[in-house]
Each structure stands twice: as structure tokens, then as C-alpha cells.
């Protein structure tokens, strides 16, 4: 089982409706969770990030964290031809030694149709 | 400006040669990682270093090889043992205190090897 799975997708959605990505995790001790917005040829920029449960909201994205199932998703609403891209998850463990390590889900690639 | 940069954004290379990405930040963050990409690929870890003159092996650090003899400098390697070094290269650091975390990419080499 891969440490942080994603949907490849691509998942398309009409300008203006609510696209919901998701993303599973493996580890239970898992601490923080990141959501990275990539487009294509360039680095990641961070969009979210979570550690607690429950919803968290910033402007038109909102992070929902359930750590009992292990799962943490993105909403974007209203969504616009600029938000297509590829997003990727991102879970930090704090390992033995005081290291911390980010795993990367593989990305779902998001299509926002005009 | 404050930031991370890698050098060069092409790198060209024969089969059998070494070659060395650079990655340079003036964020005075402790925490430097390397990630590769491939094409419709997640980012996977090769090495990070939590301090100077420390570091650790990622997921998939044979073939390569990294030092950090300056917090600001974590330089890469590529050997002649790495089967696949063709990919994209993303060199990353990071801040954290407490639950906060956030790591910033730099904008990415990509490497050809012929």
C-alpha cells in the first residue's frame, strides 16, 4: 500500500462548480497535511495545509482532515480554467531521531472546463 | 529577495558522466530536501538534511549522493550508478514550529541524460 494514494484523475469540472479532490493516508502517525497546486513544467506551491480535524477554509479552497479515517480532501469552489493543474497531496511524519519526512501522493490532475 | 534557486533550469549530460545540480537558499532555513519527479509522477524524496553536515537517505537515494557543508548550500550528485537520472529535479527547504510547517520549492532542474 503506497503511504499517500490519490486519484490520478484527470477529474473535470465545469467553470464555476466545486471540485473535490481527495487523498488517503497510511501512517496514523501522521501530523500535518498538505495540499501543493503544480502546473505543468513547475515546482509545487503550497495552497493548504491542516493538522487538526475538521474543515479549514481560505478563500475559495477548504481542507477537510478526518484522521480516524485517514483521509484528507480539497474543495474548490467556484472553480475557474486557472485552478487547472495538478494537485498534489503531502503527509509529514516525525520519525525516530526528530527527522522530519513528506510523502507525496502521486497528484490528481484537475481539468476546469470553460 | 528571499528564496530558493537552482541552477541550470536544462542540464544536458552524457551517459556514464557525474553531474552536480546546485540549490542555494537565503530563507536561513535549517531543513533542505531533494525531491525527483517524473513525468506523471509524485515528488519522491532522495535525501534530506535537517542541519549542516547532517543528512539522510530518502526513498530512492542510490545513485546519488549530497552534502551540506553550509545551511545556506545542499548541492546534488548525480552518479554514473543511477540507472534512470533522467527526471526533474526539485531541491526544497523548510521552516517548522510546533504543528506550522511549510516547505518551499525552488523552480526545478531538469536533467537530460543521453
Redesign the interface.
Known amino acids: 500500500q503506497k503511504e499517500v494514494e490519490q486519484n490520478s484523475g484527470p477529474l473535470s469540472v465545469p467553470e464555476g462548480a466545486i471540485a473535490s479532490l481527495n487523498c488517503t493516508y497510511s501512517d496514523r502517525g501522521s501530523q500535518s497535511f498538505f495540499w501543493y497546486r503544480q502546473y505543468s513544467g513547475k515546482s509545487p506551491e503550497l495552497i493548504m495545509f491542516i493538522y487538526s480535524n475538521g474543515d479549514k477554509e481560505d478563500g475559495r479552497f477548504t481542507a477537510q482532515l478526518n484522521k480516524a479515517s485517514q483521509y484528507v480532501s480539497l474543495l474548490i469552489r467556484d472553480s475557474q480554467p486557472s485552478d487547472s493543474a495538478t494537485y498534489l497531496c503531502a503527509v509529514k511524519i516525525l520519525e525516530s531521531g526528530g527527522y522530519q519526512k513528506v510523502t507525496f501522493g502521486t497528484g490528481t490532475k484537475l481539468q476546469v472546463i470553460p | 529577495d528571499g528564496g530558493i534557486t537552482q541552477s541550470p533550469k536544462y542540464l544536458f549530460r552524457k551517459e556514464g558522466q557525474n553531474v552536480t545540480l546546485s540549490c542555494e537558499q537565503n530563507l536561513n532555513h535549517d531543513?533542505m530536501?531533494w525531491?525527483r519527479q517524473d513525468p506523471?509522477?509524485?515528488?519522491?524524496?532522495i535525501y534530506?538534511s535537517?542541519i549542516v553536515n547532517d543528512f539522510?537517505k530518502?526513498d530512492i537515494a542510490e545513485g546519488y549522493s549530497v552534502s551540506r557543508e553550509k545551511k545556506e548550500s545542499f548541492p546534488l550528485t548525480v552518479t554514473s550508478a543511477q540507472k534512470n537520472p533522467t527526471a526533474f529535479y526539485?531541491c526544497a527547504s523548510?521552516i517548522?514550529e510546533g504543528?506550522y510547517?511549510?516547505?518551499?520549492?525552488?523552480?526545478?532542474t531538469r536533467l537530460t541524460v543521453t
Not at chain 2, 510547517?101 to 526545478?108: N, T
Open positions: 531543513a530536501y525531491y506523471g509522477q509524485g515528488l519522491r524524496l534530506y535537517q539522510q530518502g526539485l523548510s517548522s504543528f510547517y511549510e516547505q518551499y520549492f525552488g523552480p526545478g
